[in-house]
């Protein structure tokens, strides 16, 4: 089965000219499979960072966010262990902004032993480095066949990715434990071409998107024959989505979407663009839908955006009000305008949306805009659809004088530390 869904994945993805795809046919796919292994589910606690990280140029506010320091546990001990064990700064920093709560573990009683067992295995110091830097969450597995087992399938991978080749991927695992059946799941995804950014954050998610043998089976084959292109995230999306709902479930969403005006070429049009639309709840399907037209969209328009954006399906309320209310009531814009660019509400108020418009705003003030008084309000897609770069040749680097630009990256950099 597994080898019919391979060699399926490749057809589909030579239809649709994806030269990413590899194919490699591994008799082990018809190894039994089981549910996937649990790991560790405790959460971290929150921690202010002391100034010694500066030296590993961490960005303190968000790792603050995550973890939090208490009782005797010193996390200069842990960054001191990781430099013995020949780890370099860079790799350090990887390690704790991707996996922060290492920093509240005890360095010698739990962090220490598990190097020292992957080094006891034959690891050496450059392999142990790569691999734990890659996926540092291994070092939050129990020592033993678990951590020796995740180990391997990492290092595998990165040697084959290092040789431009897909080896044959840890496929003497024997048969029945939870561990290996997720292993085997992601040899699978891994051969259909799935990247190892994609791949490791599986690997030790405590979720069972890659459980089950004949649910994960039927599952993919499903995902590749809508032709999800198996390099990107949707694909992974997709996968979620179809193996945590049976179609039961599935027919119901769909009736629901259908109620609310749209086709089923809609729903599944909108199902590829994003995927994670169709696990929405009828709760906040409809919730959404009265947050839209409280704030005065039609339905027309309504569905014109979610057809567009389905990601808007996803947003609070609070959210989807605070940057309507935004950009027409402060920038001016015609409500209209939102269903034409509904991208809006993915971008970020204090990065993007706040930023730009300040900068927009003075320059309305100076009458240095388009219009006859300089003061012609540019479309909204203009001003937050392309990157920092292109926004500031188009608005700021332009003019000739030398104190308004600084004025107005000024006013663009002082606006992102503001709390909206």
């Known amino acids: 089965m597994m080898y019919s869904v391979i060699l399926h994945g490749r057809r589909c993805t030579e239809l649709q000219k994806w030269p990413c795809l590899r194919v490699s046919v591994q008799n082990a796919f018809s190894n039994s499979f089981s549910s996937v292994a649990n790991r560790d589910g405790r959460k971290g606690k929150i921690f202010?960072?002391?100034?010694?990280?500066d030296s590993f140029d961490l960005i303190t506010e968000p790792i603050s966010r995550k973890v939090s320091f208490e009782g005797k546990v010193s996390p200069d001990s842990v960054l001191k262990l990781f430099t013995s064990h020949g780890f370099t700064d860079s790799q350090i920093s990887n390690i704790i902004r991707t996996y922060p709560r290492l920093l509240i573990l005890d360095a010698e009683k739990s962090v220490a032993p598990k190097l020292q067992f992957l080094q006891s295995r034959g690891a050496s110091s450059s392999e142990l480095t790569e691999v734990v830097s890659s996926v540092p969450e291994i070092l939050g597995k129990k020592a033993g066949k678990s951590i020796s087992r995740y180990y391997d399938f990492i290092k595998e991978v990165l040697e084959a990715d290092?040789?431009?080749k897909l080896e044959k991927l840890c496929h003497s695992l024997p048969q029945g434990s939870k561990q290996e059946n997720k292993i085997r799941n992601l040899l699978v995804l891994r051969e259909l071409g799935v990247p190892q950014r994609l791949l490791f954050p599986l690997?030790?998610?405590?979720?069972?998107?890659v459980s089950g043998k004949e649910r994960f089976e039927e599952s993919l084959k499903k995902v590749v024959e809508m032709g999800f292109n198996?390099?990107?995230?949707?694909?992974?999306?997709?996968?979620?989505?179809?193996?945590g709902l049976c179609d039961k479930t599935i027919e119901e969403k769909v009736n629901v979407y259908k109620r609310l005006g749209f086709?089923?070429?809609?729903?599944?049009a909108m199902f590829k663009k994003y995927p994670i639309f169709l696990g929405v709840s009828e709760k906040k399907i409809l919730n959404c839908v009265e947050t839209f037209l409280g704030l005065g969209f039609n339905r027309d328009e309504f569905r014109t955006m979610v057809k567009c954006h389905p990601a808007c399906f996803g947003?609070?309320?609070?959210?989807?009000?605070?940057?309507?209310?935004f950009v027409v009531k402060k920038m001016n814009w015609p409500l209209k305008a939102v269903p034409l660019f509904p991208q809006v509400f993915s971008y970020s108020m204090e990065k993007r949306i706040v930023p730009r418009c300040k900068v927009i705003k003075t320059l309305i003030s100076k009458g240095l805009l388009g219009g006859d008084k300089g003061s012609e309000l540019p479309s909204m897609q203009s001003v937050l659809i392309c990157n920092d770069n292109n926004f500031f040749n188009r608005y700021v680097r332009k003019h000739d004088d030398k104190e308004l630009v600084a004025e107005l990256m000024a006013i663009f950099a002082e606006s992102t530390h503001h709390s909206w």
């Open 230 to 243: 198996p390099t990107t995230s949707k694909f992974i999306d997709a996968l979620r989505v179809i193996q």
């Open 263 to 268: 086709s089923v070429g809609d729903i599944w």
């Open 48 to 53: 202010t960072v002391p100034n010694f990280v």
């Open 162 to 164: 290092k040789s431009a």
């Open 203 to 209: 690997l030790i998610s405590d979720r069972q998107h």
């Open 315 to 325: 947003y609070s309320a609070e959210l989807v009000k605070k940057k309507t209310e």
